[in-house]
């Protein structure tokens, strides 16, 4: 019995053997796997990178209406995602100023059109003036360009009916229009 025993060790041995080397294969080649999954992953990760800085980049080269080229308009303040670029104001001017700066930079005050959108004006912490009023004829709250705002995507939490909307976070406000407000303009390409 004790010959056959030291028989069948070296066959459950390399048994054993066979079976971890097919293991270690199996790891290896998923190894290699996932780092190129990951070169990828990375590579066109940082080419949209790319394109979203060659966007921003001509963003300096726009004259404001006036063809004079305004310190704002030339800065960096201009902040781009998807086919608009945004302009975050800190300077308090009441909605009527606000429109006004924005279409000096030929720009408009904020339409926001998606949920995408407004989450990314909410991790950039935006607040100010957008470009909401309510119609004093219709009583209907409206944008700039006449359409009707979509309000399951803004929450207005105070409905007067002399007022104008800015936003704070994901939600937006009304306040009076003559108050002192930032403003957020947006540039649609």
Known sequence: MMKLHHCLFPLVSHHRSTKWQVIAWSLGILCVVLIITLRVLLANLFSGRDDQNQKISTIPTLSSKNGECSCDLCSSHWIGFGNS???LSSKARTWVES??????LNSHLLKTDNKEELEILSLLEAKGWIGL????????WLWEDGTTVNES????LKMDHDGCAYIEGNYAYVANCSSGKAYICELTI
């Not at 429109?99 to 000096?104: G, M, T, Y």
Request: charged residues 20%.
């Open 85 to 87: 670029f945004y302009h």
């Open 99 to 104: 429109h006004a700066a924005c279409a000096e």
């Open 133 to 140: 009023q309510i119609n004093d004829s219709s009583e209907s």
């Open 153 to 156: 995507l803004l929450k207005l």
